[in-house]
């Protein structure tokens, strides 16, 4: 992506967005925008679009119409005179390259050591020199509190220290957005806290995140603001104080009863 970036334009801005599986229809017409630095937590019920909201804003999902932006650049189309055209292979994946995911499940390369898995997209997607992604990498491992990990293989770890591993590998790209998919909710109870520490590290030091989560706790200390979807639909987006404890829809008022203990 451009790294002329005006301060003043949103990180993302999705414009009305519509998804649909075959005759599902799973967004309709989402729109919202995220500032540089911001944290947006999206929470609702099963089946609302959560998850293909996010897997839209970083083109895993081709959307049916409507606009993502990152970065002030349209993601996954160029545009040409009046109508789009979709982006060859090779420039949706320098796209998606600025964009950090982490998923539920960690997906990290089984037979590769942790260091591998961090260096593995650097040195491949970017021709970052080995022995500069190894220190970079060596950082990143310090900075999710597992430098003593490095060559250690992935089952080798717990599921939290597996997820933190996939945070530091997400970040070794260097992304303007983090992306995070319920990503404690594989996990054990008393492993969810170290992860969203890093979490927690990682939105103070400004970088911009969407995190799909049911920590309630986390969004409500955390995230700048937080969308509610419902049926594909944003019904609620404020701050966490006006969603939690101000919401207008009796639907979310409901949601938030049942997981807000
Ligand atoms: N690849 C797919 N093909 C067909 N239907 C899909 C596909 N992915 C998602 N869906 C459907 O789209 C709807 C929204 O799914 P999505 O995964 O976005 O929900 P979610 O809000 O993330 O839910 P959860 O909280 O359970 O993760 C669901 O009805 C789901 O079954
Ligand atoms: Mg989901």
């Given at each position: ?44 019920p ?38 789009l ?17 982490v998923?539920?499940h ?24 080995a ?19 490095a060559?250690a ?12 591993v ?38 103070e ?9 049911h920590?309630?706790g ?44």
């Open positions: 992506m451009t790294q002329t970036g005006m301060a003043g334009q949103p990180m993302i801005n999705a414009e009305n967005v519509h998804k649909s599986y075959g005759n599902l229809q799973v967004l309709k017409g989402v729109s919202l925008e995220i500032s540089r630095g911001e944290v947006v937590c999206l929470i609702g099963s089946g609302s679009g959560k998850t293909t909201m996010l897997r839209c804003m970083n083109h895993l999902e081709k959307i049916d119409s409507g606009a993502i932006f990152v970065d002030g650049e349209l993601l996954g189309y160029r545009r040409e005179k009046t109508f055209r979709e982006m060859r292979d090779k420039d949706v994946c320098r796209q998606r390259a600025d964009i950090g995911m998923f539920q960690f997906n990290l390369f089984p037979h590769m050591t942790v260091l591998q898995n961090i260096i593995e997209a650097p040195t491949g997607v970017r021709s970052v020199k022995s500069v992604a190894k220190d970079r990498a060596r950082e990143l491992l310090d900075r999710v509190g597992l430098a003593e990990k060559s293989y992935p089952r080798q770890l717990s599921g939290g220290q597996q997820q933190r996939a945070i530091a590998r997400a970040l070794a790209m260097n992304p303007k957005v983090m992306l995070f998919d319920e990503p404690t909710s594989a996990l054990d109870p008393e492993l969810v806290g170290d992860v969203l520490n890093v979490m927690r590290d990682l939105a030091q400004g970088m911009t995140m969407v995190v799909v989560t920590e309630m986390f969004a409500r200390d955390v995230a700048d603001r937080v969308a509610f979807f419902e049926a594909g639909e944003i019904r609620e987006l404020g701050t966490p104080a006006d969603v939690f404890g101000n919401a207008k829809s009796p639907r979310t008022r409901e949601f938030l009863r049942r997981v807000v203990a």
